[in-house]
């Protein structure tokens, strides 16, 4: 599931979820169902995750992405499902790196076998 949003930005109004699709895809110039299409149907494939799922959030740490992974997180809280949530860290590079903050796009694949994973509960 990819997160095509931009939450650090722009219209966040809306009465529950419906609203709120209807005003990001205002503020962004779209129509609902161009919206629905390219956004809402990867956050729809968390919404209706089978009991028991496991979700693995590949986020980096700036605040743009760091906002989308808390609405990430909001809505896996509302599931009514037995879930495991892991966030996934860079492990490759020494926290005290200037390296560090580039996050997991500089990693080649053999970097990307090993990461942090942090379980969220």
Known sequence: MVVREGLIDG??????????????AQYMGITK????????KEF?????????SE?????E??????????FVISIIHSLSI???????????????SKHFWNGLGPANSDELKVVIRIEFS
């Open 61 to 70: 740490y700036d605040l743009f992405c760091q906002v989308n992974m808390w």
């Open 33 to 40: 169902s161009e919206y629905h299409n390219s956004v809402v």
């Open 55 to 59: 979700f693995n959030l590949w986020f």
């Open 44 to 52: 729809k494939k968390i919404m209706n995750a089978p009991d028991h």
């Open 11 to 24: 219209d966040l109004s809306g009465d529950g979820l419906h609203d709120f699709w209807r005003s990001r």
């Open 82 to 96: 037995t879930r495991n949530v892991f966030v996934i860290s860079t492990s490759y590079l020494d926290k005290t």
